[in-house]
């Protein structure tokens, strides 16, 4: 394949990705949920749907599961870094006043959300651009991964925040 087609295929990827997020807030929008819990539902269930398309969109590459990093038993002591990174600023900005069941909700949310980001961007993107060669799948993910956290901007998000989770995203 042609880098400028993996190119364009990644960057297709990218805008697949921000579309799932997208619909969810545009709905969440229209409807005027506020209830914390159902937004974290119907964000999840948004991104369970879009781990789905990207199941269908594997299916339909020349990859296989285990390229995308789907292997059994394959969850080494990485692991806990990116635990630990990712629990500090929940448990920061933790909400003493969470149900039981708003907590499994954003749960649910936060689960779905890692599965698709991952499956995408550390996933099949990455299995094109390393087509090109290991250096550009490694930056050009990275690069990707933290632009598409840009679309905050769109939501109302402070540029200011919106550039540090770009930075934090990109370096992840």
């Known amino acids: 394949m042609k880098p400028i087609t993996i190119i364009r295929k990644s960057v297709l ?38 781990c789905l398309l990207l199941l269908f969109i594997i299916q339909k590459s020349r990859f296989h599961l285990k390229e995308i990093g789907f292997r059994k038993g394959s969850l080494g002591m990485w692991i806990f870094p990116i635990l630990i990174i990712e629990a500090i600023p929940f448990i920061a900005g933790f909400n003493k006043d969470l149900t039981v069941s708003s907590f499994l909700a954003l749960c649910f949310f936060m689960v779905c959300v890692g599965l698709f980001e991952e499956g995408i961007f550390r996933g099949i993107l990455f299995q094109y651009l390393k087509q090109i060669n290991l250096r550009t799948a490694i930056w050009g993910s990275a690069v990707l991964f933290g632009l598409g956290h840009a679309a905050n901007l769109l939501s109302g998000k402070s540029i200011t925040l919106t550039i540090a989770q770009i930075l934090f995203a990109f370096l992840f």
């Open 13 to 50: 990827l990218l805008l697949f990705s921000l579309i799932i997020p997208t619909s969810a807030g545009v709905y969440l929008s229209i409807k005027e949920v506020t209830d914390p819990m159902t937004i974290y539902l119907i964000n999840g269930c948004a991104m369970l749907a879009g």
